[in-house]
């Protein structure tokens, strides 16, 4: 039950001696587990560990840093229940969610393993005669990962995987809602063979922990997921600085559906778009836009279903929906169903919490559909971050475009229609870093670029082949085998 930080290869406590509880957001009584309430003593060592370890990690070939990952993506398949359990127990998504997550971090392995042995630079001829010309990828050295609680185990080895086969060393800050998940995958990379201060992990709260990792001056490379308020201040301190700064930020991602859509497939994939994860994703659907010829029809649809969803313990294989993620979650979702009524939005189902029965001894919230919500109320504007979803009436095709537009944040996004005109557009016109046709807005898969445009972040993409530009420096290399001094630009080689 009482659980530490990695540093160096070592479990230790903090050095206050002070520490922190874990409790299951869906049963207060269930205590998950006690970890060391860390500060900047504890970054300060674990940046110096790898510190230390980068200067042989970098050496290692990248394909053999790779079967490490490889490894490590072996055991939480063979974990990966006790891991998923241990998850829905610390944040209470159902266990469905939690053995998706963690499968989504087994993917990553693999794919992160492969890219040992690609890793690809690019060769190229050289303007001048008897010279040879390439480009490589280094590491970049020590890199601080600071990861949210909703996908505990997802997000972090999206970011930790492929900065280790890139050669980099990390010292990870899990978020201090889902620490045990932090341990299960530290842990497995140990377990895994690799060398101690490569990985490091330090708990505890973002002002504790996160902001002397971000400030450490050895910290070379800074990667958040979180809400665009602490995004900017990363990104402010991270320019000061010329660090490297890497951030998946907030969203408020819609789902268009069309008058020519398969209604029934559109209603379920809003469900659960809006529902999954309790509505606790980035890429969760939080406005609904609808053609004014099915609102009617899709709305009723919509809301029955919605009030068939069950709520309680995400380890009954009967639940549907499990707790927000602590006290403070509640109360934010409470007070912009507040705002939604005020607005004059219409409230078609939900709007408080629950506190019955299944749901007395957790933080639940009932699933809410707000419906005649207007494109710049604040609840179509501002993220909730929960079970809330916002119902929007579109004229036509190019107004439902254009709500969706209507937003600062830019990550993912989602249309139902049949007809292809109609979806190729959305794929150009739509300001997102993630479409989806006829599918809901969550559900991205590991070997392409997730990421997203506006508010959301700051232009990186994480998995894909395009995380390595987030974990790795380009070099350029030119070999001159001429024997003389070449001057490029200069010398003028003329073709006789
Ligand atoms: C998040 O939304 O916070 O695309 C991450 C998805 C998952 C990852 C979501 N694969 O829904």
């Given at each position: 039950m009482e659980y530490k930080n990695f540093i160096n290869g070592k479990w230790v406590g903090a050095r206050s001696g002070e520490k922190f509880e874990n409790r299951n957001p869906a049963d207060w009584d269930e205590l998950v587990g006690v970890f060391p309430k860390s500060g900047a003593a504890e970054v300060d060592e674990a940046v110096e560990a790898a510190e230390q370890a980068f200067r042989r990690w970098r050496l290692v070939p990248a394909p053999k840093r790779a079967e490490i990952i490889y490894r490590a993506g072996e055991l939480l398949r063979k974990h990966k229940e006790e891991i998923a359990r241990d998850m829905t127990r610390e944040m209470g998504k159902v266990i469905q969610e939690t053995r998706g997550d963690t499968q989504e971090g087994i993917d990553t392995a693999y794919y992160a393993a492969g890219e040992g042995r690609r890793m690809f630079g690019e060769t190229t001829p050289a303007?001048?005669?008897?010279?040879?010309?390439?480009?490589?990828?280094?590491?970049?050295?020590?890199?601080?990962?600071?990861?949210?609680?909703?996908?505990?185990?997802?997000?972090?080895?999206?970011?930790?995987?492929?900065?280790l086969v890139c050669g980099n060393t990390v010292v990870f800050k899990p978020a201090s809602d889902t620490p045990l998940t932090g341990v299960n995958l530290v842990r497995t990379?140990?377990?895994?063979?690799?060398?101690?201060?490569?990985?490091?992990?330090?708990?505890?709260?973002?002002?504790?922990?996160?902001?002397?990792?971000?400030?450490?001056?050895?910290?070379?490379?800074?990667?958040?997921?979180?809400?665009?308020?602490?995004?900017?201040?990363?990104?402010?301190?991270?320019g000061k600085t010329l660090k490297r700064v890497s951030l998946e930020l907030g969203g408020k991602n819609a789902q268009i559906v069309m008058e020519d859509a398969d209604i029934d497939l559109a209603v379920e994939g809003a469900l659960w778009g809006a529902f999954g994860t309790t509505g606790q994703r980035c890429t969760a659907t939080s406005r609904i836009v609808l053609h004014e010829k099915i609102r009617e029809e899709f709305l009723a649809s919509l809301v029955?279903?919605?009030?068939?969803?069950?709520?309680?313990?995400?380890?009954?294989?009967?639940?549907?929906?499990?707790?927000?993620?602590?006290?403070?979650?509640?109360?934010?979702?409470?007070?912009?169903?507040?705002?939604?009524?005020?607005?004059?939005?219409?409230?078609?189902?939900?709007?408080?919490?629950?506190?019955?029965?299944?749901?007395?001894?957790?933080?639940?919230?009932?699933?809410?559909?707000?419906a005649e919500v207007e494109q710049n109320m604040r609840i179509?504007?501002?993220?909730?971050?929960?079970?809330?979803?916002?119902?929007?009436?579109?004229?036509?095709?190019?107004?439902?475009?254009?709500?969706?537009?209507?937003?600062?944040?830019?990550?993912?996004?989602?249309?139902?229609?049949?007809?292809?005109?109609?979806?190729?557009?959305?794929?150009?016109?739509?300001?997102?870093?993630?479409?989806?046709?006829?599918?809901?807005?969550?559900?991205?898969?590991?070997?392409?670029?997730?990421?997203?445009?506006?508010?959301?972040?700051?232009?990186?993409?994480?998995?894909?082949?395009?995380?390595?530009?987030?974990?790795?420096?380009?070099?350029?290399?030119?070999?001159?085998?001429?024997?003389?001094?070449?001057?490029?630009?200069?010398?003028?080689?003329?073709?006789?």
């Open positions: 303007e001048l005669p008897d010279k040879f010309a390439m480009s490589v990828r280094q590491p970049i050295g020590v890199c601080g990962i600071i990861s949210p609680w909703n996908f505990p185990m997802a997000i972090p080895t999206w970011k930790i995987f492929p900065a990379l140990a377990e895994a063979g690799l060398p101690a201060g490569v990985i490091n992990l330090v708990h505890g709260t973002g002002s504790g922990v996160g902001n002397p990792l971000v400030q450490h001056p050895k910290v070379r490379l800074v990667s958040f997921t979180g809400s665009s308020r602490a995004g900017r201040q990363i990104a402010e301190f991270c029955a279903r919605v009030k068939k969803l069950r709520l309680g313990n995400g380890l009954d294989p009967n639940v549907d929906v499990g707790p927000l993620i602590n006290e403070g979650q509640r109360e934010q979702i409470q007070s912009y169903v507040e705002i939604g009524l005020k607005e004059g939005a219409k409230l078609m189902t939900g709007g408080k919490p629950c506190e019955q029965g299944d749901c007395k001894k957790g933080w639940f919230y009932e699933p809410t559909v707000f179509a504007q501002e993220e909730i971050f929960g079970p809330v979803v916002s119902v929007i009436t579109a004229r036509d095709f190019t107004d439902a475009i254009s709500i969706l537009n209507n937003s600062s944040y830019g990550l993912s996004s989602s249309i139902y229609t049949n007809d292809v005109r109609r979806a190729l557009v959305a794929i150009r016109d739509i300001e997102a870093g993630i479409t989806y046709v006829n599918g809901p807005t969550i559900g991205a898969e590991v070997h392409l670029p997730f990421g997203g445009v506006k508010d959301t972040g700051n232009g990186h993409r994480e998995s894909g082949t395009a995380v390595l530009d987030v974990f790795s420096e380009w070099k350029s290399v030119y070999i001159d085998y001429s024997g003389k001094l070449q001057k490029a630009q200069i010398d003028d080689v003329r073709v006789e």
